[in-house]
């Protein structure tokens, strides 16, 4: 099988797979998410040399206490207690971490754990949350199926327009193959999908959908540009091989990672 083929398969079941999670149930949703945070974990650890299970411990909970309400019928009013558990248990499992650490390698040691967290955790915890930011609170797989296909569409229009039409380099040191045409490519046609995507996902507004598809744009690039900063100090060209041909989870969802808080903040604020 040629690396074409083997490419297209594996990106077909790959996006098959989510795309079905998604539209199949929420809990098949948070499911996947789940586990896909736990994948990205293990690669990122991998890649920053982190001997450590407590990530896995700390994101667990975190995530468990962040979708709780999106779960089971929960009153609204315990939110705050169960966000106040969450993060003091995170705050205490973190700290206590630090006494399996060599001596000399605590503040590392600390700090790996502290960037796991705010890299991997927090945004697969609030990718979650992503389609019940709705006015009714309820559910909505559209919202969070919107936001795919946008990112897809800036990766994929980037990629065609900066390797056809691409001249100047947008950061050269970082990742040498994207160029400014590039950039300008992928957000115009973002911004074309969004169009579309307020004709047929009516939940949120066209002003909504055109805001999100600006957001991926811009932060989808920057989180693509910050993983391969990660990768470089590494020295590794895909955080895995789990993936034939795409390189690992965390290469497939670095854009997503990065837009998905502030994506998150705009959608709370205006509903």
Request: include cysteine.
């Amino acid at each position: 099988m040629n690396n074409f083929l083997k490419r297209a398969l594996s990106g077909l079941v790959f996006v098959s797979v989510l795309i079905f999670s998604i539209l199949y149930s929420k809990i098949s949703f948070i499911v996947l998410f789940y586990l896909l945070m736990m994948l990205c974990l293990y690669e990122f650890k991998k890649m920053i040399q982190l001997k450590s299970v407590f990530p896995y411990i700390i994101g667990s909970l975190l995530f468990v206490f962040g979708n709780i309400l999106n779960v089971e019928d929960v009153p609204s009013k315990m939110i705050f207690e169960y966000v106040g558990v969450a993060l003091f248990l995170t705050i205490f499992i973190t700290f206590a971490s630090i006494l399996f650490a060599k001596k000399e390698e605590v503040i590392s040691h600390l700090g790996k754990i502290f960037l796991s967290i705010i890299y991997i955790v927090v945004p697969f915890t609030l990718i979650v949350q992503i389609p019940f930011l709705n006015t009714s609170f309820n559910y909505v797989n559209t919202i969070i199926l919107g936001v795919f296909l946008l990112i897809w569409t800036n990766d994929s229009f980037a990629f065609l327009v900066g390797k056809n039409f691409g001249k100047h380099k947008l950061l050269e040191r970082i990742s040498p193959n994207k160029t400014i045409e590039g950039f300008i490519g992928g957000m115009i046609f973002t911004f074309i999908l969004s169009y579309f995507l307020a004709e047929r996902f009516t939940t949120l507004t066209l002003i909504q959908w055109v805001v999100i598809a600006g957001i991926v744009s811009i932060f989808g690039v920057l989180g693509d540009l910050i993983e391969s900063m990660f990768k470089r100090q590494a020295c590794v060209k895909d955080s895995s091989n789990f993936i034939p041909g795409h390189g690992g989870f965390l290469d497939r969802f670095d854009s997503v990672i990065f837009a998905a808080p502030f994506i998150f903040i705009y959608l709370y604020f205006v509903q």
